[in-house]
């Protein structure tokens, strides 16, 4: 089974940057990437947002999403699309359990950013390195790299 690569992207505020820094790793790496694009949680019994059937995206989105697959065929990267709605970090957690073919997953952070929002964020992350045993990259928007798998991540009771 051929790996892969993951962004994901929490449309309410997307991080460029992440997708830009995922379509060059595919590229150079020659596999696959799924871009995981998720949108905000209507709550139980909510509405399901109209987004997520991709045909009533704003303007900003589309184009921005219209770019990235331009950017993914220039760049002879295979590009998947993924729509879910729910807690950023919740979804992640439920998709990246659901798949062994992944090898990289790539979230963009901001201050704050939805990637380490709920409860508590160290939680949301140790959560997500105990799952998904690939590498996990942290990218912000100056440009640096951050390896989950390097940070300290201090749980109840345990560090790892």
């Known amino acids: 089974m051929s790996k892969r690569v993951v962004v994901a992207v929490y449309l309410q505020e997307p991080t460029p940057w992440a997708v830009q820094y995922a379509l060059g790793l595919a590229g150079r790496l020659q596999?696959?990437?799924?871009?995981?694009?998720?949108?905000?949680?209507?709550?139980?019994?909510?509405?399901?947002?109209?987004?997520?059937?991709?045909?009533?995206?704003?303007?900003?989105?589309?184009?921005?999403?219209?770019?990235?697959?331009?950017?993914?065929?220039?760049?002879?990267?295979?590009?998947e699309l993924f729509w879910a709605a729910g807690p950023f970090p919740q979804v992640i957690l439920?998709?990246?359990?659901?798949?062994?073919?992944?090898?990289?997953?790539?979230i963009g952070v901001g201050d704050p950013s939805p990637a380490t929002a709920g409860d508590k964020p160290g939680l949301a992350l140790s959560r997500l390195h105990q799952v998904f045993t690939g590498e996990i990259l942290m990218v912000r928007e100056q440009g640096r790299i951050t390896n989950l798998s390097e940070m300290p991540i201090k749980t109840k009771g345990r560090e790892s």
């Open 31 to 79: 596999i696959p990437l799924t871009l995981l694009a998720v949108a905000p949680d209507t709550g139980p019994g909510g509405p399901v947002p109209e987004n997520l059937a991709g045909g009533h995206l704003d303007a900003g989105q589309r184009q921005w999403l219209d770019q990235i697959m331009r950017q993914g065929r220039e760049a002879g990267v295979n590009l």
């Open 94 to 106: 439920e998709f990246v359990g659901s798949r062994s073919d992944i090898q990289f997953l790539v």
